[in-house]
């Protein structure tokens, strides 16, 4: 394990001159306009490394080197062009994370042709209006699912006229596969073309468009997000200065890569020579981390808590001492990362103690992540501080950071040098950070994307006449360090006139053990209430020690009992809120909320509206009869 960072709390401000210090924070100069094919071209050339990327087929970890790669970039590309796949045309990519997701993204970067990500996890209806936005003329897909899926909305799709399938095949839908894609650019890959390939890739301009990736549309359609060559290349090289990795280095790649977090982490490490291993699926990571033993992750704040609440869950399980055991260990470790975030170093009887509670608990948990891991990146959403202060006390650093899709992604981060917990770190370099009069966080640079595509007014509506792009994120800036405190439309106003952030508020709430998952509601209504989904692993067990009797997870939510117990612990967790804020009533969900029903983005972020609609009948409910 590396050494933790111990923040200096003497870090001054680099704000000099600039009146309002707390409005306001720049990341420094921003690197020179260059292009992510440039980096493409010299990771293959400096590294040359055998096991560029591993993955597992048929139950084996295979490497893929650099040599293999850049071979299968070009006739990727020389196949694309046969196809009459040109410059500025989009092509889709609908996968799992697999290397020939990368490779058919590289193989359209280099051509100056346009991708369009799209998630696996999308149902077959959803896409139709990605495909015809875009105007895809072509998608790779993964799977026989996937390529029926595709085929199954294809006479929707005008534009498009190839699909083309990585492990599928004319059986399932496609046109053609990879292996005939890659087979028809063969004969074109001689030496002097691949000279010549490699020109002009790297004569690509760094406003070249790159990718639509579409948001995830918690409030109405999607909107493809225009990227260039140069949004992604300042972030990745602003991103290596900022978190320094190596060819030494291994990242465990699960988060899928068609999300902006994934993708521009996955140029940021193959630019710099990490090995970069593909999960075979979000429910294998744990078993994956002890295989490969990373050095690095990357993930959304679910990873996090869920291996939060297993930890307590198994150390609940144990009962008697080993549970004893865990609280004094975690109550040490609190005491001990209190200091150390506070810039002192733990001696005494606290360092003694803690030393105890590494050996016997920490230690454990950081075998389960391998025993390498250097550290955790975090983004995509808030990360509660309590959860974040866990894995710190565990000798497992979080790096939490922030953006969005809109800004390629990364607006700031923490580093192992400059860290504070609650916070999203630092503006990275190139990248200026504004709180307006509202407390909307502003950012602008070379992050900040070209528009959205066909979209002209909501562009407009994004990027202000002084190139400030409007994050829709509260905020707030301390010592230069961002702090978010949540969406600006989340934002519930009381019918009395009190503003509630209801984001922290939910992820305090997460980590109590029989929380799955919760939502405020409350906008113009009387009172707060909250929706809350049972870790039903925990709350079945717990009705089991009380001789309780059900049939069914409706029965037992119906129970008056369940009820007053799921009451108490969200009043437990939810202690030390103002009156205003604290939730007067709890519903309680059966089902987990779920992208399939359209209640979750992609990126497991919840759909509000959708929740509200789904609901309403038991939200009206709540507040039938009056109240506060």
Not at 119 to 140: C, H, M, R, V, W
Not at 177 to 187: K, N, Y
Request: charged share 20%.
């Amino acid at each position: 394990m590396s050494s933790m960072p111990t923040p200096n709390p003497a870090l001054n401000d680099t704000l000099a001159g600039i009146p309002s210090p707390t409005r306001y924070a720049n990341g420094g100069p921003r690197p020179a306009p260059g292009t992510v094919n440039a980096l493409f071209f010299d990771a293959i050339e400096r590294h040359a490394r055998a096991d560029a990327l591993t993955w597992k087929v048929k139950g084996v970890w295979t490497p893929v080197s650099h040599t293999t790669i850049i071979e299968r970039v070009r006739r990727t590309a020389y196949g694309l062009a046969k196809l009459g796949i040109v410059a500025h045309d989009r092509v889709s990519i609908l996968s799992e994370n697999r290397p020939e997701w990368l490779i058919a993204d590289y193989a359209c970067l280099c051509s100056s042709v346009t991708d369009v990500p799209i998630y696996p996890t999308l149902p077959a209806e959803q896409i139709p209006y990605l495909l015809n936005d875009s105007g895809a003329k072509a998608i790779f897909v993964s799977t026989p699912d996937q390529a029926r899926k595709v085929a199954s909305i294809r006479d929707q799709v005008p534009s498009l006229t190839h699909i083309i399938g990585f492990g599928a095949g004319k059986d399932d839908g496609c046109d053609l596969t990879m292996a005939d894609l890659e087979a028809m650019g063969a004969p074109d890959d001689t030496p002097e073309r691949a000279a010549q390939f490699k020109r002009d890739a790297l004569a690509v301009t760094p406003d070249q468009l790159v990718t639509l990736i579409y948001t995830s549309g918690t409030t109405g359609n999607p909107k493809g997000v225009m990227l260039t060559q140069d949004n992604l290349y300042s972030n990745v090289i602003a991103t290596k200065n900022t978190l320094p990795v190596s060819a030494s280095d291994l990242c465990l790649s699960f988060l899928p890569l068609s999300h902006i977090f994934e993708r521009t982490g996955d140029y940021y490490l193959f630019a710099n020579g990490v090995g970069i291993a593909y999960a075979e699926s979000i429910d294998t990571v744990p078993v994956n981390m002890s295989e490969l033993k990373p050095t690095l992750m990357m993930s959304v704040p679910r990873l996090y808590e869920k291996i939060y609440a297993r930890v307590v869950e198994n150390a609940v399980a144990g009962g008697g001492l080993k549970k004893n055991i865990f609280f004094w260990a975690t109550r040490v470790g609190e005491r001990w990362a209190d200091l150390k975030l506070a810039g002192h170093e733990p001696a005494g009887l606290l360092a003694l103690q803690y030393a105890v509670a590494k050996r016997l608990v920490f230690s454990k948990l950081q075998e389960r992540t391998g025993g390498r891991l250097r550290f955790f990146i975090s983004g995509g959403a808030p990360l509660s501080p309590d959860i974040a202060k866990f894995f710190y006390s565990a000798g497992l650093i979080i790096l939490e950071g922030y953006g969005l899709t809109e800004t390629s992604p990364v607006i700031s981060c923490n580093t192992l040098d400059a860290y504070r917990l609650g916070s999203v770190g630092r503006p990275i370099a190139g990248v200026e950070v504004m709180i307006a009069s509202d407390g909307e966080i502003l950012s602008r640079g070379p992050h900040i994307m070209k528009g959205y595509f066909n979209h002209e007014e909501a562009t407009r509506e994004a990027i202000d006449d002084g190139h400030w792009f409007h994050t829709g994120d509260i905020g707030e800036l301390q010592d230069g360090f961002l702090r978010i405190t949540d969406r600006k439309k989340d934002i519930i106003v009381t019918a009395g006139g009190k503003n509630i952030a209801p984001q922290p508020i939910e992820n305090k709430l997460k980590t109590n053990k029989y929380v799955s998952q919760a939502v405020m509601i409350g906008d113009k209504r009387k009172f707060p209430s909250v929706l809350v989904v049972p870790n039903w692993d925990q709350l079945e067990k717990w009705a089991g020690t009380q001789g309780i009797v059900w049939t069914s997870r409706a029965e037992l939510l119906a129970m008056p009992t369940i009820h007053a117990k799921m009451e108490k612990e969200v009043a437990t967790s939810l202690s030390g809120l103002a009156h205003f804020e604290m939730p007067k009533k709890v519903a309680l969900l059966e089902h987990d909320f779920s992208i399939e029903r359209g209640e979750l983005t992609p990126t497991l972020k919840v759909k509000r509206r959708v929740i509200d609609k789904t609901y309403k009948a038991m939200i009206d409910g709540l507040y039938e009869g009056g109240g506060e």
